[in-house]
């Protein structure tokens, strides 16, 4: 008799597949939690730059507020004599080249030998640890050029002031700069052109936002002596006050240099008010920013302030219409090459702020002759009611309807 057996055949085992998914999704987890981890400790630590980027632009403003100090106690010390030794000491401590020794005129911010030459920014134990500090301020008195950027119908008073030994008889000014456009622009202007005189002025809503400002040009001026009738009229090629409106153009008949003599006609030589307006206008000649610059540009020649000597003092006064105008001012001599700086005008500060490791640097100007100037007795954005009232009284306690409907 023959007995059945029953074989048991022992299938291999079918793991290995798990263990490989199992595997490859654990790599593949791990890939991604530690990219995730990478662009969090990258931004983590880009967030912390910024922080001290900031804080190290902060210390630097510091060190320009501390010279703003610095150079107030220079005015006030040559406030009476330019001359004095007191004065001779400041202006040296101010335009030194020599770090933050501006800072340390008159005591602004003492002398701590612990600081190592830089200064920090907050005085505190615990303010301390951010370790903020400005490693270097200087200022330079003279400089070539005045810059502004006044809004539109603002006016800003430009002091014609130089060093003694050099003289100007030119006053070149550039407006309409690319930043007055806005980060959008391509540069292009709207330019008037083929024109004919008088150059025609527009309502401001017809006025391009891209076109440039009229800028109207004030000189006021004084020599040796002076009365205040010399404002009046020119005597003999001379002035003492003169008003241009510079037109910007593109067309033939722009100019790229005039004179201010003669060109007030309100009044003549012996006092007769003028019948009608005798000037209008200047056009100029502007071109685009698309390389930057300025768009607009002008040469005046000043003429001889009445009472002559060679102690000018002048001031020029500028007011940018319809738009708002960045601007630059600058003084030369037409008998000479030689560069003529203004002189502790608008002085320039050059400041570095340190936050730990990151530096940050600053130039800044500062208006040593920021003084207000009133552009009208009455400014007003809408309509304006005047009522008058004439009595023989000397004390008129009111009555009637003072209403008006203008």
Known sequence: MVKSMNIIHKQPQRGAVSIFVVIFATLLITVVTVSFIRIMIQDQDQAARNDLSQSAYDSAQAGVEDAKRA????????????????????????SSTECNKIVRFGN???NDPTNKGEVPVQQTTDDRQLDQAYTCV????????VIGNPKANESVLVPLRTEPSKQFDTVTVEWFHKDNLGPSSDGKVDLTRNIESPMPLVDKAKWPANRPSVMRVQLMQVGESFTLNDFDAPVDGKSNANTLFLYPTSSGVALSSAEFTGKDGRRDDKGVVAASPTDAPLPVRCRDVTSGGYSCKMSL???????GGVARQGYLRLTPLYNGA?????????????????????????????ANDIFRRVSARVNLFDFPYPDAAVDITGNLCK????TDTKYYPGGGDYTCTP
Do not use: H, W
């Not at 150079?71 to 101010?94: F, H, I, K």
């Not at 200087?138 to 050029?145: I, N, P, R, S, V």
């Not at 020649?301 to 009472?307: D, L, R, S, Y």
């Open 326 to 354: 960045k601007f630059s001012v600058t003084l030369s001599n037409s008998s000479s090459a030689e560069e003529i700086k203004f002189d502790g005008v608008q002085p320039k500060v050059d400041s570095t702020g340190r």
């Open 138 to 145: 200087t200022a330079e008195l003279t400089t070539k050029d």
């Open 387 to 390: 009522s008058f009232s004439v």
């Open 71 to 94: 150079l107030l106690r220079y005015t006030n010390a040559c406030s009476t004599s330019t001359t004095s030794t007191e004065c001779m000491d400041a202006r040296q401590a101010v």
């Open 108 to 110: 602004v911010i003492g």
């Open 301 to 307: 020649k000043i003429p001889e302030p009445i009472g």
